[in-house]
């Protein structure tokens, strides 16, 4: 099988799994398109842990992370097996790249993994692995995480960061449906850098841009775009798929980064 790229999607709110809108094309787009994988890690913004962690369970619950929404959202089961012999390579290579890394055997898959993938592989049939973020511990470290895990790529194994490109409740619960303009600049600021490969100024971004700290109060959910792009290698090109901002301060940006 041919190399994989990596993938960042912003997976929107838990809605999205009943009402995804027009971001449903592009994540079913990217199905169609790829190459099937032999298996799916992703990493996910809504688990965080102290240090690196995968899942190990061969039949990982599906994880409802999320209260007040309609009960049909609650009814939503994603089955898809999990791969412990997958779980086992990743603690290899993490723990090769000097990461002190742990499996955990009950741990199921949150809204984070399965709201995407609930569109992507419908079906449920390919086994997906979850990746925590360690959000106390920052981007740099986000992308040796990644660029320790870049050989799957080769395995067949497709690499997901699944976080959002901006990720401000509350602007969001104050603005209306127009994006804010700190949301846009942090959108194209991003963009262009991704275009550079300035992935330190990227990693510097909470100093770098005026915007940084406003798009993300904390770190959770941009940093699975540090995976990604570690996953891609040094030299990846990149393609920006979607750019559409909701509910004013939920930038809902997708990339995909090809090894060069």
Partial sequence: MSR???????????????????VRAVWQ???RELPRPKAILIASAHWETDLPAVTAAARPETIHDFY????????????????PALAEEVLRLLRKNDFNAAADP?????HGAWSPLLHMYPEADVPVVQL??????????????GRALAPLAAEGVLAIGSGHLTHNLRERMR????????????QRWVADRIAARDVDA??????????????????????????ALGAAGGHYRAERLYDA??????????YRFDAA
């Fill in 68 to 83: 007040g929404f309609p009960q049909p959202l609650y009814e939503i089961q994603y089955p898809a097996a999990g791969d």
């Fill in 132 to 145: 925590a973020v360690q959000t106390h511990l920052g981007p740099a470290h986000h992308l040796a995480l």
């Fill in 29 to 31: 787009g990217l199905a």
């Fill in 4 to 22: 994989l790229p990596a993938l960042f999607l912003s997976h929107g709110s838990p809605m999205h799994a009943l009402q995804p809108g027009a």
């Fill in 245 to 254: 901002v909701e509910m004013g301060a939920l930038a809902m940006d997708a």
């Fill in 106 to 110: 009950a741990r199921g898959l949150d």
């Fill in 175 to 186: 603005e209306g449906g127009a994006p804010a303009g700190y949301v846009v600049r942090f």
């Fill in 202 to 227: 990227l990693v510097d971004y909470r100093r770098l841009t005026p915007d940084g700290v406003r798009a993300h109060p904390t770190d959770e959910h941009f940093l699975p775009l540090f995976v």
